[in-house]
């Protein structure tokens, strides 16, 4: 039978240690559930939806960390992007290491081919030994796929034809990028060992092709 307090009988303390001890779970779920809708309400009001993803392997971030991650700000006005709503996602931490045997190398190197199967990498930088081993591992699309004729036919001298790993048919896998002005500003890699594709998977096909006239300088009407 439940008790029933007399609270005129009671002082501030006493009346609030009676409330505590009889109504603590009903309190104690109730706040839960206050922390928990306002945590969600958070989330939602600064969740910021990835425009584009890319993954940067093998990459130098020293510059990065000293200046911070590129600066975006051209790519979402051109585009009219919203800059509190949407972002863009780099995937920095990424080594693949071809002549070691180390387990965190083969961990690295699992996770980002199951980042790129599940979509979660829209476009692949990488110096060219490890972007031709990415293609062999089925983790890059054809450019065909995403490019006219006229933008491949522009780049034609600059374009990586590798394997298909499967059908073993030769196809257009990146665009190599010495001396690219984005590369460099940011000092991600050697100027002269950089190649640049589509993940196997995006699901962002116009936004990747956004990013990577961005990254080449190129308008989108030079598609």
């Given at each position: 039978?439940?008790?029933?307090?007399?609270?005129?009988?009671?002082?501030?303390?006493?009346?609030?240690?009676?409330?505590?001890?009889?109504?603590?779970?009903?309190i104690i779920v109730g706040l839960v559930v206050i922390v928990f809708v306002v945590s969600l309400v958070r989330h939602y009001m600064n969740y910021q939806?990835?425009?584009?993803?890319?993954?940067?392997?093998?990459?130098?971030?020293?510059?990065?960390?000293k200046e911070g991650?590129?600066?975006?700000?051209?790519?979402?006005?051109?585009?009219?992007?919203?800059?509190?709503?949407?972002?863009v996602t780099l995937h920095t931490n990424f080594t693949?290491?071809?002549?070691?045997?180390?387990?965190?190398?083969m961990y690295q190197f699992q996770s980002l081919v199951a980042?790129?199967?599940?979509?979660?990498?829209?476009?692949?930088?990488?110096?060219?030994?490890?972007?031709?081993?990415?293609?062999?591992?089925?983790?890059?699309?054809s450019l065909e796929e995403h490019l006219s004729e006229e933008f491949l036919e522009k780049y034609k001298d600059a374009i990586v034809y590798l394997p298909n790993p499967d059908t073993g048919e030769i196809y257009p896998a990146g665009i190599r990028i010495p001396d690219n002005d984005f590369m460099m500003k940011n000092k991600f890699y050697d100027t002269d060992d950089c190649i640049i594709g589509f993940g196997n998977g995006s699901t962002k096909?116009?936004?990747?092709?956004?990013?990577?006239?961005?990254?080449?300088?190129?308008e989108e009407t030079d598609r």
């Open positions: 039978m439940e008790k029933k307090a007399d609270f005129k009988a009671m002082n501030k303390r006493e009346i609030a240690g009676f409330i505590w001890d009889y109504y603590k779970g009903p939806k990835p425009i584009v993803q890319i993954a940067l392997l093998n990459c130098d971030t020293g510059y990065m960390e991650e590129p600066d975006f700000t051209d790519f979402f006005e051109r585009y009219g992007y919203n800059t509190k709503r949407e972002k693949v290491d071809l002549k070691s045997n180390r387990n965190s190398d980042l790129i199967t599940a979509g979660g990498v829209d476009l692949l930088t990488a110096d060219e030994e490890a972007y031709e081993f990415m293609a062999e591992c089925n983790s890059v699309d096909d116009e936004a990747s092709k956004r990013m990577l006239f961005y990254i080449l300088g190129e």
